[in-house]
């Protein structure tokens, strides 16, 4: 299967309706963070069983998919990455870890990110030494930047928490709204698992953390204690 013949199934599947509602929701106006991404208004339900179908396709035809300008073919090509990665061996893996770095320009709003992340650079890295973490989490790229965050949702769930707690801290006084809502989700996933560990960090930080990322963090929190940390009085 070629790209070009999995875009014209795309093509076929588009819906101009759901389009203009995904060009809102993910911020494409000019200024906005999506700016100039352009949708074909197909679901992620329906990406993902186009994908399973697509297994088979070559890499090199992948990569082409995920260097289109169409957000759900980029979207797709994710998936298909993914589906790859999970089968490889140990050489493989590196190779589509390095290519998914040489290719974060296209991994461009945080769906792409949310869904790629933990299972790509995380999966890989967590077995691996990890500095390419803090080289995104220093990227004048917010999307590079949310890709350091959210990988660490594969360590998170096997219980660890250090490199979530150190970009954490490194991207406290990021300007992105995107960037607080990442790492506060992941210290909320750290607080589901090990409360203690997540209230060590808190105590250390919640003063100087940007006002989304503490509400992100401690949204499971018995009410009784969030309302102590949004008060700044634990």
């Not at 750290?190 to 930080?205: I, P, Q, S, T």
Request: aromatic share 12%; net charge neutral; proline share 4%.
């Amino acid at each position: 299967m070629t790209a070009l013949l999995i875009q014209s199934r795309l093509e076929e599947l588009s819906d101009p309706a759901e389009a203009l509602f995904a060009q809102r929701f993910f911020k494409t106006a000019p200024g906005e963070y999506g700016e100039g991404d352009i949708f074909r208004g197909i679901r992620v339900p329906v990406l993902r069983k186009l994908s399973k179908a697509f297994q088979e396709t070559p890499l090199t035809e992948v990569l082409g998919l995920l260097g289109s300008c169409f957000h759900e073919d980029r979207l797709l090509a994710l998936l298909l990455l993914l589906h790859r990665y999970a089968l490889a061996d140990a050489g493989e893996r590196e190779r589509l870890f390095e290519l998914y770095l040489a290719n974060t320009r296209f991994i461009n709003n945080w769906d792409l990110v949310d869904i790629s992340a933990p299972h790509i650079p995380g999966r890989f890295l967590y077995e691996h030494e990890r500095t390419p973490l803090y080289r995104l989490a220093g990227s004048h790229s917010l999307w590079e930047r949310r890709i350091a965050v959210i990988a660490t949702f594969y360590f998170i769930r096997r219980g660890d928490f250090g490199e979530t707690f150190a970009l954490s801290e490194l991207l406290l006084d990021d300007r992105e709204d995107l960037i607080h809502k990442a790492a506060g989700w992941m210290l909320r996933e750290v607080g589901k698992r090990d409360m203690e560990a997540a209230e060590g960090f808190l105590a250390e930080h919640y003063r100087r953390m940007p006002r989304t990322m503490l509400r992100y963090a401690i949204e499971r929190f018995p009410e009784e204690l969030r309302q102590r940390y949004l008060r700044g009085g634990v």
